[in-house]
């Protein structure tokens, strides 16, 4: 109810908006708390309305508390009835976070001219991109288990071993310890294949002298976590080291420098500095980082276009990465906070290239 609160706040007090019309999975999660609506309508005044088909309908009206639950039934039209009901709330000013072209359509030919229509879901980022402090209790659980499964990356990868059986283990651990699911597909890619940086996880059997890049994320709640580290399986060559040494000092350096009001670009070309100066920055292939929350790629965007500027309470990735084709790839992110001084690390593990044995 918080949440409603604040959006009602920004978008009907300071926008001038009386109505919200929420489509986005995520967007509907983070204002209701339950994963199963299908659109979320909040009016200036009175209760929210979740619509719900069938299928979700106990689940929205045990979980979606403080809402008027409405059941959407099969053949009818959705845009129909919430255009029904923008008309009786009266609504002059409907804010929308997302809606695909058909629906914009549909909903803009019942309203007839009566409601006017506008994108906003600029003003639903304002607010998911600030975590307070019950969603960074949620995200530092979702980061410490995380941060258990690549402890066992580090004990179970070593020649012989298929990518497959690196993340099953992984996922094993992160769930036995009590995550909710993974935040994305689990990343195992070994030798030639480290060098993609979403080079996904195959049946290939690890060996002597590869590089393994382990890309894992645990959820809490909902909430979602980001972490890499880059192994090598066997004893690692000068060329890895090397290379290595260069990504830890741009993840170290990008770290340092993160602090509220600093501009996001800015971060990302103090890490791409480093990398640069080594002679690795063609290399370096996409940017440095990503918000992460209730989905594991959000605003604010850390790469060499971003407009953002980070305040306190973002949460973001710190993820540079040299990709050599042929060599391999080696990359080193973790899931930071954007505190008053400075960022904490909210994913925790240590840096090494070697494995146990
Ligand atoms: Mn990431």
Request: charged share 30%; net charge positive; proline share 3%.
């Given at each position: 109810?918080?949440?409603i609160?604040?959006l ?16 986005d999975?995520a ?12 659109s ?10 979740i619509?719900?088909y ?5 689940q ?7 809402f ?127 060098a ?6 195959t ?7 590869d ?5 894992i ?77 209730l ?18 309470g ?27 001084r ?16």
């Amino acid at each position: 109810m918080e949440r409603i609160e604040a959006l009602k706040q920004i978008a009907f007090e300071k926008k001038g908006f009386d109505g919200f019309l929420i489509t986005d999975e995520a967007n509907m999660l983070y204002f209701t708390g339950f994963p199963g609506a299908s659109s979320l309508l909040i009016p200036k005044k009175g209760e929210g309305i979740i619509y719900v088909y069938g299928v979700n309908y106990e689940q929205a009206k045990a979980e979606g508390k403080g809402f008027n639950v409405k059941l959407v039934k099969r053949g009818e039209n959705l845009m129909a009835k919430i255009a029904a009901q923008v008309k009786a709330f009266k609504t002059k000013k409907l804010a929308l976070d997302t809606l695909s072209f058909e629906n914009y359509r549909n909903l803009v030919k019942r309203l007839r001219g009566e409601t006017r229509l506008k994108m906003q879901n600029k003003l639903v980022w304002e607010l998911r991109r600030v975590k307070d402090e019950k969603e960074l209790e949620l995200m530092r659980k979702a980061a410490e288990l995380t941060g258990e499964g690549m402890k066992v990356a580090y004990e179970v990868v070593r020649p012989g071993v298929r990518e497959y059986e690196v993340a099953a283990e992984i996922e094993y651990t992160m769930r036995r310890k009590g995550s909710w699911g993974t935040a994305f597909e689990t990343i195992v890619a070994s030798g030639v294949r480290s060098a993609f940086p979403h080079g996904g996880c195959t049946d290939r059997k690890i060996r002597e002298g590869d590089l393994v890049v382990v890309d894992i994320g645990a959820t809490y709640q909902y909430f979602r976590s980001d972490m890499t580290r880059t192994l090598a399986a066997g004893k690692p060559s000068a060329k890895q080291k090397k290379i290595y040494e260069i990504v830890r000092l741009a993840q170290e350096k990008a770290f340092q420098a993160l602090k509220p009001k600093a501009k996001a670009r800015s971060i990302d070309a103090v890490a791409r500095e480093v990398i640069e100066k080594a002679g690795c920055g063609e290399y370096f292939v996409h940017g440095l980082g990503h918000g992460v929350g209730l989905e594991v790629h959000e605003p604010p965007t850390l790469n060499q276009e971003s407009k953002d500027r980070l305040i306190v309470g973002n949460v973001v990735t710190i993820e540079p990465g040299v990709y050599i084709v042929g060599f391999g790839g080696i990359r080193v992110e973790d899931t930071v906070l954007v505190r008053k001084r400075g960022a904490e690390k909210l994913t925790k593990g240590p840096y090494m290239l070697e494995t146990k044995r």
